[in-house]
């Protein structure tokens, strides 16, 4: 199975950016950056196809960009306008559906 490690959080003000990575073990498809607050279920921030289409939640549309690098079987999140509500730990996997085991995923905190 091929294991997804994701990479980058940090802590942030608020404006500020950051750049997530994930690194997969195996060849990649459809992928999706994911999200957890606290308390919260896991929700879907950004997706892209393996031909590099790419679709956003309303919550970071315009602010996030989702890319890949196919021949590195990673895909990216770059994070720009960084809210406090943007707080979470961020995770990789495939999308639509969760094929793959959860990573330890990457803690991004904004905060001032």
């Known amino acids: 199975q091929v294991q997804l490690v994701e990479s980058g959080g940090g802590l942030v003000q608020p404006g500020g950016s950051l750049r997530l990575s994930c690194a997969a073990s195996?060849?990649?498809?459809?992928m999706g950056w994911y999200r957890q607050h606290p308390g919260l279920q896991r929700e879907l921030v950004a997706a892209?196809?393996?031909?590099?289409?790419?679709s956003y939640a309303d919550s970071v549309k315009g602010r996030f960009t989702i890319s890949r690098d196919n021949a590195k079987n990673a895909v990216y999140l770059q994070m720009n306008s960084l809210k406090p509500e943007d707080t979470a730990v961020y995770y990789c996997?495939?999308?639509?559906?969760?094929?793959?085991?959860w990573g330890p995923g990457t803690q991004v905190s904004v905060s001032s």
């Open positions: 996997n495939t999308h639509p559906a969760v094929i793959y085991s």
């Open positions: 892209i196809t393996s031909g590099g289409a790419t």
């Open positions: 195996g060849t990649i498809w459809k």
